[in-house]
């Protein structure tokens, strides 16, 4: 099986966008030195609020779901999941996410490849049932 990468390219693309662009600011802020917070304070907490959001957003561009031999590998905003193909038992697409159910622990939830409303009004099938579609398959294939 060729390893295939699935991912949510709008998501990943206005998250990366986002978050460069407070990346600039940041940069800016600290450039200028000059910003005050509204209440008259210090610009330390526009600077960390720049940095939190620039992080958070460059960090949501790594969410995907990779499926090659081995397995598969989930990478949520907060950690990496590696399920190998014998502990995986099949994926379900909802409108939280694509969750990959397991054997012998609890299901992962891969938020940015769900079913959202406008997705389902516009199609009944999306690109997070189309993925679980294809990991039931090579499931049963493997079973």
């Known amino acids: 099986?060729?390893?295939?990468?699935?991912?949510?390219?709008?998501?990943v693309v206005g998250?990366?966008?986002?978050?460069?662009?407070f990346a600039v600011l940041f940069l800016l802020l600290v450039?200028?030195?000059r910003g005050a917070s509204p209440?008259?304070?210090?610009?330390?907490?526009?600077?960390?609020?720049?940095?939190?959001?620039?992080?958070?957003?460059?960090r949501a561009t790594r969410l995907r779901v990779r499926v090659d031999d081995?397995?598969?590998?989930?990478?949520?905003?907060?950690?990496?999941?590696?399920?190998?193909?014998?502990d995986l038992v099949g994926a379900v697409?909802?409108?939280?996410?694509l969750v990959l159910l397991r054997a012998e622990a609890p299901p992962v939830l891969v938020q940015s490849l769900g079913q959202t409303a406008l997705a389902r009004w516009l199609r009944p099938?999306?690109?997070?049932?189309d993925v679980a579609a294809a990991l039931d398959a090579e499931v049963a294939r493997r079973a």
């Open 1 to 11: 099986m060729a390893p295939r990468t699935y991912r949510n390219l709008p998501l």
């Open 15 to 21: 998250c990366g966008v986002a978050g460069a662009a």
């Open 31 to 33: 450039l200028a030195d």
């Open 39 to 58: 209440r008259g304070g210090s610009a330390t907490e526009l600077y960390l609020i720049a940095l939190v959001l620039a992080a958070v957003l460059l």
């Open 70 to 86: 081995e397995g598969v590998t989930a990478c949520t905003l907060v950690r990496t999941h590696r399920i190998p193909w014998s």
């Open 93 to 97: 697409a909802d409108r939280r996410g």
């Open 125 to 129: 099938g999306t690109q997070g049932t």
